[in-house]
């Protein structure tokens, strides 16, 4: 109803329109949490987006949610205590988008990320343009 009669979601509005945890029909309240952050998402609203997926258990949805909002700094947290590899998966992805040859902690999350999803293949791909940037930049430096 919100998207039909463009009603943007606020926090405020989301908190109200959400059963608390004891209510008595489970399946409706974690159905109401996607279809709130459903709606969040396509307003553009990614954290509350991810909040209302986190509440409903759905981590995959909320952390492509916040991969939409741009926040790095809640992405490798996100992906650190989501502990689901297709998550920590996704944070390497988003982070290798990054200028991770000048920031070492990006580059020390990729790897950590890759190693934590057993995702070694991305990982060794990852390694392979580490070592054209070196190279390449050593090329330059020697002139």
Request: aromatic content about 14%; overall charge positive.
């Amino acid at each position: 109803m919100c998207l039909d009669h463009d009603i943007q979601i606020t926090e405020e509005i989301a908190e109200k329109m959400t059963f608390p945890k004891e209510h008595s029909d489970a399946k409706y309240r974690l159905y109401l949490l996607e279809k709130i952050g459903e709606c969040a998402y396509k307003q553009g609203s990614f954290y509350l987006a991810t909040k209302k997926f986190t509440q409903a258990g759905n981590k995959m949805k909320a952390m492509k949610s916040l991969l939409k909002s741009g926040d790095t700094e809640k992405i490798v947290f996100f992906a650190g205590v989501s502990r689901q590899k297709e998550i920590y998966v996704l944070a390497a992805n988003y982070l290798q988008s990054l200028d991770w040859q000048k920031d070492p902690e990006i580059l020390k999350n990729i790897i950590s990320f890759y190693t934590k999803g057993r995702a070694l293949e991305s990982l060794s791909t990852f390694y392979e343009s580490c070592a054209q940037v070196y190279f390449f930049t050593l090329q330059r430096e020697l002139g």
